[in-house]
């Protein structure tokens, strides 16, 4: 049986991740209510039913609430801290005044940052830091300095990066000692550009792909994890209304819904089956707060087990919309 990446580097996390982007109300200076912490809470023991123990967040999901009402959840139960993974992110930055919106890879940012995230999320150390998105800006050396730091401390177990090409990673992983952990990715069957990238070798339509040559197979050679966010697709395949979506998403969808009622699963346990199928061991992240979804995908690791390649090609097919070159 095939393993996780992460879990060959030593750090024992489940086939799902939960997102926590949802948790702590809106996005906006609102207080976080106790009706924010209840849902969250389910969230986390619909999550925990189903086996999953790792918890993906960032430091600006609902500009920090997130990882706040977390943080209340473990005050309540620390007994849950040694039992999962919890992975955050780093380097975007809102705009203030007159500066802009931004990305921010700087040793200061970095470390204030995770400083942070400890404070709200009530903890002493961060499994997985990742880099939210690419700072053009970014000096590896300056980057290193800061992952030294925080490992020496104690603070960060592993490293990643999210959102990053082949050539971001070789740049960056140049001056680490410490080889990157994770890249994270939007994939899903309406996100289909990472499989794109590949098929359209020496085809022309190959010319319209916009994804990082050679990024798949770079992390598997090099035993990153790749996760997926937004593997749902925001639900287009397991049950949105999609009165207004073109033809092959309704076509796919009703796909999925057909072999969802012949294997006797859901269609998230679909959908996310067929992300997982793929032989980089794809770790699908789940961002959602409702515990009936979140339970609705127990399923999806023996439903990428039992696929067919005819079944996996049918339904990425089915979502091109055109058939293969």
Not at 66 to 87: H, M, N, S, Y
Not at 210 to 239: N, V
Request: net charge neutral.
């Amino acid at each position: 049986m095939k393993v996780l990446p992460l879990v060959q580097r030593g750090l024992q996390t489940s086939r799902l991740v939960l997102g926590c982007m949802s948790f702590g109300g809106g996005w906006n200076d609102n207080p976080i209510t106790k009706q924010n912490v209840l849902e969250a809470e389910q969230a986390v023991d619909a999550a925990l039913s189903i086996g999953i123990s790792m918890f993906d967040h960032a430091n600006i999901y609902a500009r920090g609430k997130a990882e706040e009402t977390f943080g209340r959840i473990l005050k309540e139960r620390p007994e849950l801290r040694e039992q999962i993974v919890i992975q955050s992110k780093c380097g975007i930055r809102f705009g203030e005044g007159s500066v802009p919106g931004r990305f921010d890879f700087s040793k200061e940012h970095i470390l204030e940052a995770v400083d942070a995230s400890l404070r709200r999320l009530g903890i002493d150390y961060l499994d997985v830091l990742l880099l939210h998105r690419p700072d053009p800006l970014m000096e590896p050396d300056e980057v290193a300095e800061a992952f030294g730091q925080l490992k020496a401390a104690g603070k960060v177990r592993y490293f990643g990066v999210s959102n990053m090409s082949v050539g971001h990673i070789r740049f960056l992983q140049r001056a680490l000692p410490d080889q990157l952990a994770v890249n994270q990715l939007e994939m899903s069957l309406s996100r289909l550009d990472w499989l794109d990238q590949t098929v359209h070798v020496n085809q022309e339509a190959g010319v319209k792909v916009h994804f990082s040559e050679g990024l798949m197979e770079y992390c598997q050679m090099e035993r990153i994890q790749i996760q997926a966010w937004g593997p749902l697709a925001q639900g287009r395949f397991s049950g949105r209304a999609l009165d207004k979506e073109p033809e092959n998403v309704r076509k796919t969808a009703e796909l999925v819904k057909q072999l969802a009622s012949a294997k006797e699963t859901t269609p998230e346990a679909i959908v996310l089956g067929w992300l997982m199928k793929h032989p980089a061991l794809i770790q699908p992240v789940i961002g959602t707060i409702n515990a009936a979804r979140i339970v609705a995908c127990k399923d999806a690791e023996q439903q990428a087990q039992l696929m067919t390649r005819e079944e996996w090609y049918t339904l990425y097919v089915s979502a091109r919309g055109q058939n293969m070159p």
